[in-house]
C-alpha cells in the first residue's frame, strides 16, 4: 500500500484543515488506518485511529473533540479534520495503515505516507 497525505498548511490559531490520506496499491478498507505527527525535536506521537470499517475511532487527549478522522473506502482515503486548531498543533501530519486494528503504537502501522506539514500561527 502506498499512502499519500496531502492538505497542509499555514493556519492562524482557531482555523480548520481537512488532512487527506490517499492509498493506492492495494484497497485500504482492508486496513485500520491512524494518523501520527512529529513536531521539531519531539518524537513521532499518536493523534487517532479508525478501524477498517469506520465503525470505531481512537483520539489522543490533545485533539479529542477537535480532531475527527473518517474514511472513504469506495475513493481509498482517509480524512483527519482538524477544528480549532492551536500553536501546539503545529508538526508534520502522517498518515499510515496496517492490518492489526487501531491502536496507537506506532509498530501497529506497516505502511506510511510521507508527511504534511500543518503550520499553525498564534
Known amino acids: 500500500v502506498q499512502l499519500q497525505a496531502c492538505g497542509g498548511g499555514l493556519v492562524q490559531a482557531g482555523d480548520s484543515l481537512r488532512l487527506s490520506c490517499a492509498a493506492s496499491?492495494?484497497?485500504?478498507?482492508?486496513?485500520?488506518a491512524g494518523w501520527f505527527r512529529q513536531a521539531p525535536g519531539k518524537e513521532r506521537e499518536f493523534v487517532g485511529a479508525?478501524?477498517?470499517?469506520?465503525?470505531?475511532?481512537y483520539y489522543a487527549d490533545s485533539v479529542k473533540g477537535r480532531f475527527t478522522i473518517s474514511r472513504d473506502n469506495a475513493k481509498n482515503t482517509v480524512y483527519l479534520q482538524m477544528n480549532n486548531l492551536k500553536p501546539e498543533d503545529t508538526a508534520v501530519y502522517y498518515c499510515?495503515?496496517?492490518?492489526?486494528?487501531?491502536?496507537?503504537?506506532?509498530?501497529?502501522?506497516?505502511?506510511w505516507g510521507q508527511g504534511t506539514q500543518v503550520t499553525v500561527s498564534s
Open positions: 496499491g492495494r484497497t485500504l478498507s482492508d486496513y485500520a
Open positions: 479508525i478501524s477498517w470499517s469506520g465503525g470505531t475511532t
Open positions: 499510515a495503515s496496517g492490518a492489526q486494528g487501531i491502536g496507537r503504537p506506532t509498530s501497529r502501522y506497516d505502511y
